[in-house]
Each structure stands twice: as C-alpha cells, then as structure tokens.
C-alpha cells in the first residue's frame, strides 16, 4: 500500500482587494510561502488583508503554528490580518 502525498497548497491572490484564496493542504511550507504573500500585499499599501481558508483540506501544526505567527507580526504592526474561517 502506498500512502498518497497531501494536495498541494495554492494561492488565487486578489491585489486589489488585498485578499488571498488558499486551498490543498497547508503545511509549514505553504504557510511560508502564505506570510510573503500576505507581507508583499501590505507592503503594496493594504492596512487590511484577508486571508480566505475555506477551501483548504487540511493543516499541519506547523503550518497553523507559522499562520498564527504571521497574525502577530501584522498585529505588531498596527494592520489586521483576517483569517476565514478563524484558526482555532
């Protein structure tokens, strides 16, 4: 028996709206990859950025780990990043 990879992670990127569409299964990885876009889309002047999970399929405790960490650092910042649906 052959255990199958997790689909990929992808990324439909909205810049105007400032929003990201991700789907497939987030890994540490994708998440990584997640935190530049989300750190180009507020260098590109966006105070508010969303970030729409309703198509993943899966995490990882270190992809959740490394999204929650992107929330802080924007946090810091004084801009908000939005998670739908919320982590828990």
């Given at each position: 028996m052959t255990t199958r990879p997790a689909p990929a992670m992808h990324e439909v990127v909205d810049v105007r709206r400032g929003s990201v569409r991700v789907s497939g299964h987030l890994t540490s990885q994708g998440a990584d990859l997640l935190r530049g876009t989300v750190e180009?889309?507020?260098?590109?002047?966006?105070?508010?950025?969303?970030v729409?999970?309703?198509?993943?399929r899966g995490t990882d405790p270190?992809?959740?780990?490394?999204?929650?960490?992107?929330?802080?650092v924007v946090a810091a910042r004084g801009a908000e990043l939005v998670v739908r649906p919320p982590l828990d």
């Open positions: 180009s889309l507020f260098r590109g002047g966006h105070r508010r950025v969303l729409d999970l309703g198509d993943v270190a992809g959740v780990h490394v999204l929650r960490d992107v929330e802080r």
